[in-house]
């Protein structure tokens, strides 16, 4: 991956339009940090839920997170990934929900993170 200067700002090259690193005009770098995790997450579920034969009408997720405002630098403590979920069959939600403590041990950005960081992974059925 490529980043480039544009003014004052970075940009993280694409093919299809490059992302600017600042939050003013996309998303600052915590915030690409906590989808990442959010968007790995996401596909470590779906794989759980396909693996265990749960199928899926529709999938989103929705990600909060909190940073040490009293430290010089305000490093993230905690992300929370909440996955809102349209079962085909609602008699899989155990399953289901059951799946979803797997997701932070088997998502490689999440696990690539400072240990100290909370990440939470809740599930809401729709």
């Known amino acids: 991956m490529d980043l480039v ?3 004052k700002v970075l940009e993280l090259v694409h093919p299809n339009g490059n ?3 600042i ?3 996309g998303f600052s770098p915590v915030q690409i940090t906590v989808a990442a995790v959010a968007a790995c997450s996401g596909y470590v579920y779906q794989t759980l839920l396909e ?3 749960i199928e899926v009408n529709d999938l989103s997720l929705h990600t909060e997170y909190e940073q040490d405002q009293e430290s010089a630098v305000h ?3 905690k992300i929370n990934v909440t996955f809102t979920v349209d079962l085909v069959d609602k008699n899989n939600e155990a399953k289901a929900a059951k799946a979803v403590h797997l997701v932070k041990d088997a998502c490689p950005v999440a696990k690539s993170l400072d240990p100290s960081i909370e990440i939470n992974e809740i599930v809401v059925f729709k």
């Open 5 to 7: 200067k544009n003014g």
């Open 19 to 21: 992302w600017p690193l």
């Open 23 to 25: 939050k003013e005009e």
């Open 51 to 53: 693996k265990k034969r």
């Open 75 to 77: 490093v993230i403590t």
